[in-house]
């Protein structure tokens, strides 16, 4: 348990209980857990959760900033870093997909009916980072002869974040239905064939016959088909 020093209202400890928090709200999602359950989840006095944090708001406010900058160093170390931009891509959508596995199913609609600030902080920033990697991604592709050539990037960049977005719609696909990381994974097939060349096609299925032959195929896991 934390002691009740008070240095910096986010040092280290702080950042490990804000890491800890995301992961409970994340599992158990948020309108459900109180500042009762996430102390005693955590193993600190509401006292100690207090010194970091002024209210829930300001929890999930940092808890989102969290999450956000845990992407970012997600993408960042798969871009630029593969083999091209199809493995780039495939890389992300991987990792990805495998985040939302385990998230719980009322997240999207507790951050916007119960912290519509935070939510759309979130929001915003998540979507200039996506448009910032996808446009890397799309130049990148063209350049490497795996896209077609006649791509307006800012124009897909856009669209695929909407597509994004529509992942976390609990209106439109519903979480019985539609699991999170599936979706992602339709999202990636759909984007890519919509802007690879034949070249990329090619590549692409090459790719997935190979995943399919080292993995055994599981719901969030690579596409059966490209």
Known sequence: MMDSDKSKP???RGDRLIAEAAKAFWTYGIKSMTMDDLSTRLGISKKTLYQHVKDKNDLVD?????ISKDF?????ESSGRDKNAIDELFNITTTVADRLKDIH???HFDLEKYHPA????????KR????TTTTGNLQRGIDEGLYRTDLNIPMIATIYIARFDMVFDGELFPPD???PEELHWELFRYHIRGI??????KYLERKVRKEMKTATPSPGKAPKNP
């Open 128 to 131: 200039r980072e996506i448009y």
């Open 72 to 76: 970012k160093c997600m993408v960042d």
């Open 105 to 107: 199913p009322s997240i």
């Open 177 to 179: 239905r539609f699991r």
């Open 62 to 66: 940092k808890v989102l900033t969290h």
């Open 10 to 12: 986010m040092d280290e």
């Open 118 to 125: 935070a939510f759309r902080k979130m929001l915003d920033d």
């Open 196 to 201: 690879a060349s034949a070249k990329g096609l």
